[in-house]
């Protein structure tokens, strides 16, 4: 069915736009909300949340098989949306059972418990907006992307703000962060999500294989991917868990408070690159190579170009931004700060190789390659946190970009330099 005019699919210049605008305005909320946790709380509420995150995100990034990727590179229209979202939800169930079981059987405090509980379930509804950002990404409407994280965010800091004003309770402040979330997915994602559907997808026409294996053979599919974001999360956490386990939340909500002052950086590098997906999938999945590896080589360039302005940003301001937004206690490790900008930069170029990757269906291949990441890491952790403390967990952040960085190029090396024609060979999962 012909979509109609307001429904076919933005320019790549007016998609990045969308993009950038609504991952500049929700990481600025994101940080609103740690900056909110500092002033309204304390840094031990602050080490409360983000242990909360760094026990529900990698289980919740497992269970999502990072379906918004395996959808928005569905070049062959392979899948609909109804069969991605139900798998989504499945496996966001199963999600949330593990995590309460994490909480159940671990040893946390019951205050932190309820805390990560919370955390959880604002992060399952979350997952649930994700699996449209999806839809809207293969359909090149990225404006609907951006408009809803705008949404979201915005939500995200008054809910939080209100709910510790009037509760004074981390824990309320988290469960009005899921309900302000659940409002904007019923109200905008599912609308928009609806309507795209009707439009763009053919209906009558029956499937292939009955439901279930159809079911069984996307999550076959995804589940490297699944493997692989959950390395990644398990990455990104890994300092935190050794600084917390060496140090306890107070330092815990420190360093988290910084390197959330990268994510920024780190969100408009995703607009950037999810703006460009689709098409790197479909020129890969036509065999247009040449095409394939300059716009590659143009979303490199401009991601670095991102990165190394950031750095300069937090090596000439850092002291002036940790005062202004959080208080003299954080401005006192700047130069955790700038290891951390540095170690954003270094992720920034190489997330930019991996959605190549991505784009090529080469999904398996990112499970070793991620696997190395956390190992270097960990490593790295073992060996500095204990003597160093704050600053031996930046320099683990910055020893697994540096090797994220290298991997990538070289499995995108093999990429573009393979002398089989991608439109006789490609395959998904590859």
Known sequence: MEAMPELQGLSLRSNFAWALAGNVVYAACQWGIIIVLAKLANSFVVGQFSLGLAVATPVLMFSNFDLRAVQATDARRQYRFAEYFRLR?????????????????????SQTAAVILAVALAKGVETLSDIHYGLFQLNDRLDQTGKSMML???????????????????VWGCVWLALAWLGALVMFDVRRGRRLVAYTERSGEPPSRPRFERQWKLLHLALPLGIVTTIASINLNMPRYFIHARMGEHQLGIFSAMAYATVAMTLVGDSLANSVIPRLSRLYAAGRTVEFRTLLLRLLVAGSAIGLSGLAVAWGLGSWLLTLFYSPEYAAHTHVFVLLTAAAAIHFAASMLTSGITSARYFRIQV????????????????????????????????????????????????????ASPARDWKPNQ
């Not at 939800?89 to 405090?109: K, W």
């Not at 979201?152 to 981390?170: D, F, N, Q, Y």
């Not at 500095?384 to 995108?412: D, E, N």
């Open 368 to 419: 070793p390659m991620f696997a190395l990441v956390a190992a270097s890491t960990a490593a790295v952790c073992a060996r500095f946190v204990p003597t160093m403390g704050l600053t031996g967990g930046a320099l683990a952040v910055i020893g697994g970009a540096s090797t994220r960085l290298v991997l990538a190029a070289a499995v995108i090396g093999h990429l573009v330099l393979s002398s």
């Open 152 to 170: 979201r965010g915005v939500l995200s800091v008054i809910a939080l703000a209100a709910a510790l004003h009037l509760t004074h309770k981390v």
């Open 89 to 109: 939800v499945v496996m966001t169930l199963v999600g949330l059972l593990v995590i309460a079981g994490i909480v159940r059987f671990g040893r946390f405090e």
